[in-house]
């Protein structure tokens, strides 16, 4: 009996192809590109979202998306995310106050978190300078609805707190599995276009 087995040339070649393809980088500046793609991809998933007030986007994650970079050294792609607080609502965490209140120059006690939507991705500071009146009253900051303050009854615009803990979402980025699937089809990408490309030429 005997069994023959075809294709080993074919097979060499093939594996000859690819390895040119790695020497001269286009594999890994497809890996990069793709890698770089998808992340940005999920932020912009993430700011289709509304926020939890309805206000106005605040454009938070489009400038997270701008703020990513790469770089490539050998077989290694290491991608950076230069917006703040993306690695907080990535591995979550407590923000307190650190800053200096711009009104009164001391140091901030209570961090302002808005409940209406108009106050949605503004500071206590910027509603107050576009002429929205706020004063103290049920444990934040209230906007006078009437003829005179009234505690009981004027709106709350913000509460106030010493801290806020962010709770950890491994969503924020494309996990591993995902970018893994990123860069094998764009490395076949690669390898299917050449492939193209020497079938074209051997037909001419």
Not at 172 to 184: Q, R
Request: hydrophobic residues 40%.
């Amino acid at each position: 009996m005997e069994i023959i087995l075809k294709g080993f040339k074919e097979a060499h070649e093939e594996i000859a192809r690819v390895q040119k393809l790695l020497k001269g980088g286009q594999i890994g500046r497809a890996v990069q590109t793709a890698c770089v793609k998808a992340v940005k991809k999920r932020f912009g998933q993430h700011g289709k979202k509304q926020n939890k007030l309805g206000g106005p986007s605040t454009n938070y994650w489009l400038r997270a998306a701008d703020s990513v970079t790469s770089t490539r050294s050998g077989g290694t792609v290491k991608i950076k995310v230069s917006q703040v607080g993306v690695a907080l609502h990535l591995h979550g965490g407590t923000v307190r106050p650190r800053n200096t209140s711009e009104i009164t120059g001391r140091p901030i006690q209570f961090l302002s978190i808005p409940k209406v939507a108009a106050a949605h991705g503004k500071t206590v500071a910027m509603m107050r300078s576009m002429g929205v009146d706020l004063y103290p009253g049920r444990g934040g900051l209230l906007r006078q609805i009437g003829a005179q303050r009234d505690p009981k009854n004027d709106e709350m615009w913000y509460v106030l707190t010493r801290s806020v803990t962010i709770k950890a979402d491994n969503t924020v980025i494309p996990g591993v599995a995902a970018l893994a699937e990123a860069a094998k089809e764009a490395i076949l990408e690669i390898i299917d276009g050449k492939k193209d490309s020497a079938a074209a030429a051997a037909k001419e």
